[in-house]
């Protein structure tokens, strides 16, 4: 490959994106950038990483809000307190995506994640990649890699996290995060199968990167 090239993957919670994402970025020698966008982006931000890891794709609701005003209020009695340093949503997405730019640009990757198929969108060297499967597959998966005793409670947090990243990419990107038109692929990983999920993409990415 004369330029380097980036594979974006967007993948529904329990569809394998992470498990999927490792195997490509092994089997091309691409590096595997997840956890690591985070680490970047709170050293950028000065926050600690367990803290920002709780609002990434996701976005603030009404009553965190209302939390984050009172936090740089002044107080109405004779004692103002040091104002408390609020990163809101929408600094967390811009340095996130300033670190996704740098790695799309120093190095080939696989990026889940993070809107990550959005904010390449212009870069014709970069494969973008949907993961999804049925409720009941993402569930019975989940409940094996997080010990979750009950199909109720894995379902629960399928769902909300569902909502979550929906949001969080309509807030950001204003797109719809499922919708096929945003992505080179869709894989449907409970039919396909994850070996040779991450079969096609390592194909793709090397026939895109041959042509371009």
Same mark, same amino acid.
């Given at each position: 490959m004369l330029k380097h090239f980036t594979v974006a993957i967007s993948r529904q919670k329990g #569809? @394998? =994106?992470a498990f999927? @994402?490792?195997e490509v970025a092994k089997h091309l020698g691409f590096k595997y950038m997840d956890r690591e966008i985070l680490c970047q982006a709170a #050293? %950028?931000? +000065? *926050?600690?990483e367990s803290i920002l890891s709780e609002r990434e794709?996701?976005?603030?609701n009404l009553w965190d809000k209302i939390l984050q005003a009172f936090s740089v209020c002044t107080p109405e009695t004779g004692y103002a307190?040091?104002?408390?340093? +609020?990163?809101?949503? *929408? *600094?967390?997405f811009e340095t996130e995506a300033m670190v996704i730019n740098k790695v799309a640009t120093n190095c080939s990757s696989v990026i889940v994640g993070r809107g990550a198929f959005h904010i390449l969108r212009n870069n014709p060297r970069v494969l973008t990649v949907f993961l999804h499967a049925s409720q009941e597959f993402r569930a019975n998966r989940i %409940?094996?890699?997080?010990n979750i005793a009950d199909i109720e409670?894995?379902? $629960?947090?399928?769902?909300?996290s569902d909502k979550q990243r929906r949001k969080f990419v309509q807030e950001h990107t =204003?797109?719809?995060?499922?919708? $096929?038109?945003?992505?080179?692929?869709?894989i449907n990983t409970e039919i396909i199968g994850f070996p040779e999920a991450a079969e096609i993409i390592m194909q793709t990415a090397k026939k895109m990167s041959q042509v371009q």
């Open positions: #569809s @394998g =994106g999927i @994402g490792q #050293s %950028m931000l +000065h *926050e600690d794709e996701r976005i603030s307190p040091p104002p408390l340093r +609020h990163i809101n949503d *929408e *600094e967390i %409940m094996n890699i997080y409670t894995a379902l $629960a947090l399928l769902i909300q =204003g797109v719809e995060w499922t919708d $096929a038109c945003n992505y080179t692929l869709c």
